[in-house]
């Protein structure tokens, strides 16, 4: 049972166009989501993650919107950047330490 | 970067032989987990370690037995490998409940 679903496995987008990334879950005790963003060969870095008291949480060009009621976030990534090519991962957590991933989405900025 | 190294970094090693994985850290954070990383499967979590000598189940733990005697190791030992377990293997460690910070990951191959 998938509590944490990424539905797109790639995206491709063109640079300076805005690159939109889902995510849905099913866990009603979920209470805090997360983004990862993973290079080829290397380790999953921590992009941005949101509570869910907020539904917006902005750092730079990386937006993350949550929309509690659909039990769906998303990542917006404006402007879109040929270095910004990677798998993106959505995580979730709540009641534990524990963080659940979705399978990641492979996102292709072309120049 | 939080610092988290892994050792080895690549490994080939034979069905029915043990393998021992080593996380190191230097944050002395209280929080690390251990994931493997497959095709289709994103991050799944094998074990997670809450303290000294304080470990739990992950979602895939089958096969896999960890340690921690000091807040800066964590090992991950496949008593048995077998050609399932080949993967890539993460570790990664946190303070607190939410953002898990990763290392930079051990390919293994089971032959």
């Known amino acids: 049972d998938q509590q944490v679903k990424q539905n797109s496995p790639s995206l491709s987008v063109q640079e300076g166009r805005i690159s939109i990334l889902n995510c849905d879950y099913t866990?009603?005790?979920?209470?805090?989501f997360l983004w990862y963003k993973k290079y080829p060969a290397e380790g999953p870095t921590f992009l941005i993650s949101?509570?869910?008291?907020?539904d917006k949480n902005e750092d730079g060009r990386f937006t993350v919107f949550l929309n509690k009621s659909a039990k769906h976030l998303s990542l917006h990534i404006v402007p879109s950047q040929p270095g910004d090519s990677a798998v993106y991962f959505c995580a979730a957590q709540g009641g534990s330490e524990k963080l659940v991933f979705g399978k990641g989405t492979k996102l292709t900025v072309n120049p | 970067d939080a610092g988290i190294t892994q050792s080895p970094r690549h490994k080939v090693t034979e069905t029915g032989t043990p393998v021992t994985l080593r996380c190191h850290q230097t944050?002395?954070?209280?929080?690390m987990y251990w994931y493997r990383q497959d095709p289709g499967h994103g991050l799944r979590l094998i074990h997670y370690?809450?303290?000294?000598?304080?470990?739990d189940k992950g979602e895939v733990s089958d096969g896999y037995s960890v340690s921690r005697s000091k807040t800066e190791d964590f090992l991950l030992t496949l008593e048995s490998a077998t050609s399932s377990q080949t993967s890539v293997y993460f570790c990664?460690?946190?303070?607190?409940?939410?953002?898990?910070?990763f290392g930079p990951g051990t390919r293994l191959t089971v032959t």
């Open positions: 866990n009603s005790m979920f209470d805090y």
């Open positions: 944050e002395n954070h209280r929080y």
């Open positions: 990664a460690i946190s303070e607190s409940t939410y953002e898990q910070y």
């Open positions: 949101i509570s869910s008291i907020k």
């Open positions: 370690s809450y303290g000294v000598k304080d470990t």
